[in-house]
């Protein structure tokens, strides 16, 4: 019997490519799958966008975790229901097989992360392979030190919500992927997918930097990677 997927995204004033994203999602579930979204109190058509769709497998939260993405993404996750979880964003599509390939690879993981191409704000390829501009690898040390995974690419098995759940309450310093990626590298058996299986929109508005080089201080980098150690070691 085919697992439970549910798909986390987090919106916020996504009315420009919102339909387009779900459209790519919607195709590839099954009618006990759904998708669970987190409103960030969206001041354009997003929501109208979204409900005018008519799909009884999409769910509508509002996000009263606290403003911001990562909080957004920690209340879609805190409302899903299903056997797996993938998580979204509001701007990229989806490539046809993403679902059945995820699903597949975690028969034998608890977390799976694809590849992604990276494109322009019109999907037109722009960086090509995330994992090979980045040089993507796995591993603990590698991701505590500097993360190249994309939340967007994540899809994880709900075992991991135990330790995952609920984020630390720093988003500044523990940003929701970075925070996933280091409980995941940390606890469980992580498998790269050397497919990509989104089209990364990179465009003006976005909400994350997607893997691009930080403009922190060295300062603020190690109170990250100190704060988040200290909030992995408190899950054992």
């Known amino acids: ?21 779900l459209d790519s ?28 769709l008519n799909d009884i497998r999409i769910k509508i939260f509002v996000n009263e975790l606290g403003k911001g993405y990562s909080k957004n993404f920690e209340n879609s996750i805190a409302h899903s229901s299903g056997d797996v979880v993938f998580l979204s964003d509001q701007d990229d599509v989806w490539m046809p ?52 995974y ?3 690419c994540m899809a994880f098995n709900k075992n991991i919500l ?18 996933i990626a280091n409980v995941s590298e940390f606890y469980y058996n992580v498998k790269l997918v050397d497919q990509p299986l989104i089209k990364y929109r990179r465009h003006g508005s976005n909400a994350s930097t997607g893997g691009e080089k930080s403009k922190n201080s060295l300062y603020h980098k190690l109170k990250v990677r100190i704060y988040t150690f200290a909030k992995l070691l408190s899950r054992i």
């Open 97 to 148: 097989n993403k679902v059945q390939t995820m699903i597949e690879e975690l028969e034998s993981a608890d977390v799976v992360i694809s590849d992604a191409l990276i494109t322009d704000e019109d999907l037109r390829v722009t960086l090509g392979s995330h994992f090979k501009l980045h040089g993507t690898r796995n591993g603990f040390l590698n991701n505590w030190l500097k993360t190249r």
């Open 150 to 152: 994309i939340g967007a």
């Open 25 to 52: 999602i919607l195709s590839q579930l099954h009618e006990e799958d759904e998708i669970i979204i987190s409103d960030d109190h969206s001041s354009d058509n997003t929501l109208e966008i979204i409900k005018a």
């Open 1 to 21: 019997m085919r697992k439970k997927i549910s798909v986390c995204m987090a919106t916020y004033n996504g009315e420009k490519y919102i339909k387009e994203q």
């Open 162 to 179: 135990k330790k995952i759940m609920p984020f630390p309450n720093n988003p500044k310093l523990c940003a929701h992927d970075y925070w």
